[in-house]
């Protein structure tokens, strides 16, 4: 199985940047499919961006449209969320996660906190 471990979360304005890290160990991270989710506090966890095994195909909430980019780094066995132009709606805590072909995300990090202040 692979073990997750986000970081780079933290307290931003609105309008500003991060970029989340997710870093992979145990098995080939190419194998698997990759997506970051976020939860914030009384609203159901929701899918934020996902990418495919090669990082060739990519899929994002409408929300992130435009704002967020998701990317992978095989060799590294890390996938990235640059968050450009984020909005305090934006926070939430951010999860990656990870699946292998047909099945659901099954392996999940510990979540990363981002505060997006007014």
């Known amino acids: 199985q692979v073990q997750l471990a986000e970081s780079g979360g933290g307290l931003v304005q609105a309008g500003a940047s991060l970029r989340l890290s997710c870093a992979a160990s145990?098995?080939?991270?190419?194998?698997?499919?990759m997506a970051w989710f976020r939860q914030a506090p009384g609203k159901e966890r929701e899918i934020v961006a996902a990418?495919?095994?090669?990082?060739?195909?990519?899929d994002y909430a409408d929300s992130v449209k435009g704002r967020f980019t998701i990317s992978r780094d095989n060799a590294k066995n890390t996938v990235y969320l640059q968050m450009n132009a984020l909005k305090p709606e934006d926070a939430a805590v951010y999860y990656c996660?990870?699946?292998?072909?047909?099945?659901?995300?099954?392996?999940w990090g510990q979540g990363t906190q981002v505060t997006v202040s007014s």
């Open positions: 990418i495919n095994r090669s990082g060739g195909s990519t």
């Open positions: 996660a990870a699946k292998l072909p047909g099945y659901r995300y099954s392996y």
């Open positions: 145990g098995r080939t991270f190419s194998s698997y499919a």
